[in-house]
């Protein structure tokens, strides 16, 4: 006979213990090393950032200074000790009935109708320039080299050139225009009266066009060359692929181009002063050489100063409002696209 069944224990395993809970989380800090290397860039900038404002801001803090003092010849011994005269010399400026304000109100539409011409027509050669010389062909590289050659030439250098072909009687120009082509009775003054508009002009696009061409060019790059064979599949022509594909899309570089050259050619001074001297002609007497005259002929560093003070808070003004008319121009273009 079999005994009696013996208990098993039961086959229940017992349970685990519940897993214990992750340690709450302290205060991460941060990595000093990784913060270090991250900072290492702005620290090697720093002194050079400094010196930057420090060489751009002391200038422009000392011209302010002496905008508010009455600064002349006999006060420039010690300009920190001349009487103050506050906003006497910026009343003096504005005063467009007076003869000291009416020269300048006439240097600053000068000036306006100069960078209109200037900016406008060194933008134009740039870009078709640019557009011509996109596809690639035989000689193109020498092309490209003798379009900059302008921009590469010291500036002192290339105006002083211009100035002997400007010349009456010994200029290559009245040799060309009179002598050899017979297109004028006599041998115009290029240097004075109102022709001396036209030779600024002629000068300042000359030097400024081929950094409109090299800007273009750049921009040119980075357009897709499919886009312009999809058009030609299309049928559109060349007028129409400027239009439709080139413009458009070179439209976020000109707009840094024309403010750049807008800033360069409304401050330019090196090329009336090369030109024509300390005094330039009543149709060439741009703001800048306007300056120079008041504050160095005339030793009114008062006037001066307060000159280019206003001379600077209007460069501003034109600055931040273009680009606040493109951002704001831009914008809607933006969430069109997405």
Not at 78 to 97: L, Q
Not at 171 to 183: A, E, F, I, R, S
Not at 235 to 260: D, E, H, K, M
Request: aromatic letters at 12%.
């Amino acid at each position: 006979m079999s005994g009696p069944a013996t208990a098993r224990p039961s086959a229940t395993p017992a349970a685990s213990p519940a897993p214990a809970p992750p340690p709450a989380a302290g205060p991460q800090r941060p990595d000093r090393r990784a913060r270090r290397r991250a900072a290492l860039p702005y620290l090697l900038l720093l002194p050079a950032l400094l010196l930057e404002l420090l060489v751009h801001l002391t200038p422009m803090v000392v011209g302010a200074a002496m905008s508010f003092k009455q600064l002349t010849q006999f006060t420039l011994r010690d300009w920190s000790a001349a009487p103050w005269s506050g906003f006497t010399n910026y009343r003096v400026a504005v005063d467009f009935h007076a003869p000291v304000g009416r020269a300048l109100l006439h240097s600053f539409w000068v000036t306006c109708a100069f960078t209109v011409l200037a900016v406008g027509l060194s933008w134009l050669l740039g870009t078709v320039a640019a557009v011509l010389l996109q596809d690639a062909f035989r000689g193109r590289a020498l092309l490209r080299a003798l379009f900059l050659l302008p921009y590469a030439l010291p500036v002192y250098a290339a105006v002083i050139t211009w100035s002997f072909v400007f010349q009456r009687d010994t200029g290559l120009l009245n040799h060309v225009l009179h002598d050899q082509l017979h297109l004028v009775d006599d041998k115009p003054f290029w240097l004075l009266g109102d022709n001396s508009f036209t030779a600024l002009v002629t000068v300042s696009v000359w030097r400024s066009w081929p950094f409109a061409f090299l800007t273009v060019t750049a921009g040119l790059q980075n357009i897709p060359r499919e886009l312009y064979e999809a058009a030609a599949l299309d049928g559109a022509g060349i007028r129409q692929q400027i239009r439709r594909i080139t413009l458009p899309s070179l439209r976020p570089v000109n707009l840094v181009l024309v403010l750049v050259l807008f800033l360069w050619t409304f401050n330019d001074f090196n090329t009336p002063y090369l030109l024509f001297g300390r005094s330039a002609p009543e149709a060439a007497d741009l703001v800048s050489v306007h300056i120079y005259q008041s504050s160095f002929v005339t030793w009114n560093f008062g006037a001066g100063s307060a000159m280019s003070v206003l001379l600077l808070l209007f460069l501003l003004l034109v600055t931040a409002g273009y680009l606040r008319l493109t951002s704001r121009r831009a914008a809607p273009r933006r969430r069109s696209a997405r």
